[in-house]
């Protein structure tokens, strides 16, 4: 038995040491490098490499989404979003930021709101675009022209800004040509379309690019695009402290939403509102003057529940009965000492010594005091009986 064992382990042993061999001549271990995308706040946050990368530089960088407030005018702002709930308020706070001094890093807003008006776009250059509704771009007088596409020729261009030393190369190849007839901006082209524009205003700067993806994730580390980015940021006043990205709008509250928006369905609706009321008005009539309210005495109320408890079963004239008795008995023993040593009988001449009773009212002391059931002239003359001991010293 012990033989059969060894060989049957033995047996398993060779076919297990063959498989391996012949899965290690058939298979062999390879690395596959798969993109998996951003990870944590980088798959969210466009800007996330950009605020690393300037704290490495020493400039203090921070997340400010939506933009609720405003900094000194010694902080660079980059607002990379569509800016689609920058509402006029907001603007002219922003504007006047600016103008105190500040310095103010976004790019252009480009989009369709529809597919139908995309194609009407293609066949009349003067319809209406979403970007036109831009807040900001209106008041810097900027328009989108045609979108641009370079060709390997051309990438990757040069920009240089005033403060640069030498140009700087970006590769970038598709954006749309800002249009602008204000004569104080100051425009830097790739291939001979404006690509960035700088606007004074006021004591400050607002650059517009047509794309700021040289200072995203996916494209910063790219030709050298870093390098420009921290040029752009001190292309106003070197000796800022700070620099704040934007890369998300905030929601707006409803009741600003409801008016930009909805206001026709507002209005529509208020109107609708005062016909119904209108309407109804004079089926109301005049106000019925409401009836002064009727306030009853306690005794009333005691005496209703009590005629209540004595009218329905005889559970109820029970109750009634023990209550009062009790009443009596706990009133005598605080008044006639020895009380409780005291039989029935005994009691009942102590009761009548004590309240002074007359020989025909301490006759029928006992039956009221002992009897099961009473009628309503013994009951109240029961109850009278416990008010005088109650009132007695």
């Known amino acids: 038995m012990k033989g059969q064992n060894l060989i049957i382990g033995l047996l398993a042993g060779v076919i297990f040491i063959v ?45 400010e989404d939506g933009l609720t407030k405003l900094p000194d005018t010694e902080t660079v702002i980059v607002l990379d979003t569509g800016r689609y709930t920058l509402s006029p308020e907001k603007l002219q706070k922003l504007l006047a930021w600016v103008a105190a001094g500040g310095h103010l890093v976004t790019r252009a807003r480009v989009d369709y709101a529809t597919e139908e008006e995309a194609e009407a776009a293609e066949a009349d250059t003067q319809s209406t675009k979403t970007e036109q509704r831009d807040l900001l771009q209106q008041a810097l007088q900027v328009e989108i022209g045609e979108h641009q596409l370079l060709t390997d020729d051309q990438l990757p261009f040069t920009l240089q800004l005033p403060q640069q030393p030498h140009a700087l190369k970006l590769e970038i190849d598709y954006f749309n040509e800002l249009v602008t007839k204000n004569p104080a901006a100051q425009a830097y082209q790739a291939a001979q379309k404006n690509f960035l524009l700088q606007i004074p205003h006021g004591q400050g700067l607002i650059s517009l690019a047509a794309s700021l993806e040289f200072a995203e994730n996916h494209q910063i580390d790219i030709a050298q695009h870093a390098e420009f980015f921290w040029w752009l940021l001190h292309s106003h006043s ?16 409803l009741s600003t939403l409801l008016r930009h928006y909805a206001w026709p369905v507002l209005l529509s609706s208020a109107l609708l509102l005062v016909a119904i009321f209108w309407a109804l008005m004079p ?84 039956p009221l005091l002992t009897a099961p059931k009473l009628s309503e002239a013994d009951f109240i003359r029961l109850v009278q009986l416990a008010n005088s001991l109650r009132k007695t010293l």
């Not at 951003?38 to 020493?58: H, I, P, Q, V």
């Not at 070197?238 to 509250?253: A, C, I, M, S």
Request: glycine fraction near 6%.
């Open 19 to 63: 498989g391996c061999l012949w899965f290690l001549q058939n298979y062999e271990l390879k690395e596959i490098d798969s993109y998996t995308g951003y990870r944590g706040e980088a798959s969210s946050n466009d800007l996330f490499a950009a605020r690393l990368f300037l704290k490495r530089m020493g400039i203090p960088a921070s997340r």
């Open 238 to 253: 070197p000796q800022f402290k700070q620099v704040w990205l934007v890369n998300h709008d905030t929601l707006p509250g």
């Open 283 to 366: 089926r109301f009539g005049a106000f019925i003057p409401e009836p002064a309210p009727e306030r009853r005495r306690i005794l009333e109320h005691i005496k209703a529940s009590g005629q209540f408890m004595w009218q329905r079963q005889a559970q109820g004239q029970t109750q009634l009965l023990e209550a009062t008795r009790y009443a009596i008995r706990q009133a005598a023993r605080t008044r006639i000492p020895g009380w409780q040593w005291l039989d029935a009988q005994q009691q009942t001449e102590q009761l009548a010594h004590y309240l002074q009773l007359k020989p025909e009212h301490a006759a029928s002391l006992h």
